[in-house]
């Protein structure tokens, strides 16, 4: 597994990289916005949002137009708006600094476990529902045989919820299945993507919210 790094302070970069070797992963260092866009063949991203040439925020949004690779945030910046702006811009984790090594390659981990099976017991299950196809292998969504391009948690979060289709999800087990086990702070980033996921889907009521509870996936044609 190939990992980039975009940080610009040096010493924590080479930490990282050096940690990181040191797990099993391959890994490149990228001490700026312009080169982390240029990097190529990547399986995760730890992206600082301060960077020296660009917003990170706006790096995450360039990588995110050019596919599902799951990205995990690093910054400084701990507010509890900072936290909820990373992960509702689509963010696989946000981790603030400083941070324990152990933790972040526990989080790294985790990132690539669910990014890789998507809360799914089979990986390689092709699921249809009526219209609705679901890759969870390619990691591809079709409605009415037309892709629907979905960023990684957009697709996590309807694979969560396609696992059992009718079951209602409460925003706590989609948060500790999609998100993050040990996440915390409000729940209105899961509204946040579902009414994003519901947008790109082009059918409103496939999602339907239980009023005080969470959420259910049931497609009514």
Do not use: C
Not at 74 to 92: I, M, N, Q
Not at 95 to 122: C, I, Q, Y
Not at 140 to 156: G, I, M, Q, S, Y
Request: no cysteine.
């Amino acid at each position: 597994m190939k990992i980039l790094v975009v940080e610009d302070d040096r010493s924590i970069a080479d930490s990282l990289v050096e940690g990181l070797t040191a797990e099993g992963y391959t890994v490149e260092h990228a001490p700026t916005g312009a080169a982390a866009l240029g990097a190529t063949d990547y399986d995760l991203v730890l992206l600082d949002l301060g960077l020296p040439d660009m917003d990170g925020r706006d790096v995450f949004r360039e990588l995110r137009t050019r596919g599902s690779t799951p990205i995990i945030m690093l910054t400084a910046r701990a507010e509890e708006f900072d936290r909820v702006l990373g992960l509702e811009l689509g963010a696989d984790d946000y981790v603030t600094k400083p941070f324990s090594f152990r933790e972040l390659v526990a989080r790294v981990r985790a990132v690539s476990r669910r990014t890789h099976d998507s809360g799914s017991p089979n990986s390689n299950e092709v699921q249809t529902i009526e219209s609705l196809v679901i890759d969870r292998r390619t990691r591809r969504v079709h409605v009415d045989d037309v892709e629907v391009a979905l960023t990684a948690k957009e697709f996590d979060l309807l694979a969560y919820l396609a696992l059992d289709t009718g079951a209602v999800r409460t925003r706590t087990e989609i948060l500790e299945n999609v998100w993050d086990a040990h996440w915390y702070g409000p729940t209105k980033t899961v509204d946040a993507h579902v009414a994003s996921l519901r947008k790109k889907l082009g059918h409103h009521d496939w999602i339907q919210a239980v009023r005080g509870v969470g959420f259910r996936l049931e497609l009514s044609e």
